[in-house]
């Protein structure tokens, strides 16, 4: 028996999010879908949202464009460009611990993910900062991931995985990933791995040090 968390990045993506949904109610599995702020400026994208949300998953903030890691980014204004525009575009859909997950640039958990400045405005707008411990790069290996999945899984006894509904093709394995799993002894959570959530509803309770750059910004 093992814990699984199930959360998806990048989206939402008309071609693929609506099957996700299908798949993950025809199982009863509730997630998370971590949105990027400016897709949800298509009334299309932001109406999948919302039916991620009124399905009772939970829709958490991905950066508004998803380019450059917070960490890397010398403007000072990074967060409220970033965070701040985001959870405005998710408005009456956030959840009241306003989940936020920083962009890794490729699943990277290094200095990459945040700076000081990113960390004290999630603070002070208490949000909640949720990791990951399980990545099996769907989107590197889009036929091949699901297999390397459920070995994450079985390695650990609760991996919060990051999956892409994104129109890769790796999400035609989905189907076939929750059931091995659900075979091999999966019990699924909606809820995240304590270690994997350092900071919630703005207090940090877990040691952030390894995630900040010491970046110096620009008011410019």
């Known amino acids: 028996m093992f814990d699984l968390t199930l959360t998806f990045d990048n ?81 009456n859909l956030a959840h009241a611990n306003r989940w936020f997950r920083p962009f890794g640039g490729g699943g990277n958990l290094d200095a990459r993910l945040l700076k000081p400045s990113v960390v004290e405005y999630l603070t002070r707008n208490k949000h909640s900062c949720v990791l990951w411990n399980a990545i099996p790069r769907d989107w590197d290996d889009p036929d091949g991931w699901a297999d390397r999945a459920l070995e994450q899984c079985r390695s650990q ?8 509904d994104l129109p890769s093709g790796a999400m035609n394995h989905l189907e076939r990933f929750i059931d091995h799993a659900g075979k091999a002894g999966a019990r699924f959570h909606q809820d995240f ?12 309770v877990q040691s952030i040090e390894p995630y900040v750059s010491s970046i110096e910004e620009s008011a410019e």
Not at 33 to 53: C, M, S, T, W
Not at 193 to 204: A, F, H, L, Q, Y
């Open 11 to 91: 989206g939402p993506e008309p071609g693929v999010t609506p099957r996700v949904l299908d798949i993950l109610r025809e199982r009863g599995i509730k997630t998370t879908f971590f949105v990027i702020g400016e897709k949800l400026g298509d009334p299309e994208r932001r109406q999948l949202a919302a039916r991620a949300h009124d399905e009772g998953h939970w829709i958490g903030n991905h950066t508004f464009t998803h380019t450059v890691p917070l960490g890397q980014q010398r403007d000072a204004d990074t967060a409220q460009n970033e965070i701040g525009r985001t959870q405005d575009a998710i408005g």
């Open 157 to 164: 006894p609760w991996s919060l995985m990051v999956l892409h």
């Open 193 to 204: 791995p304590p270690d994997c959530v350092p900071i919630r509803s703005g207090e940090i």
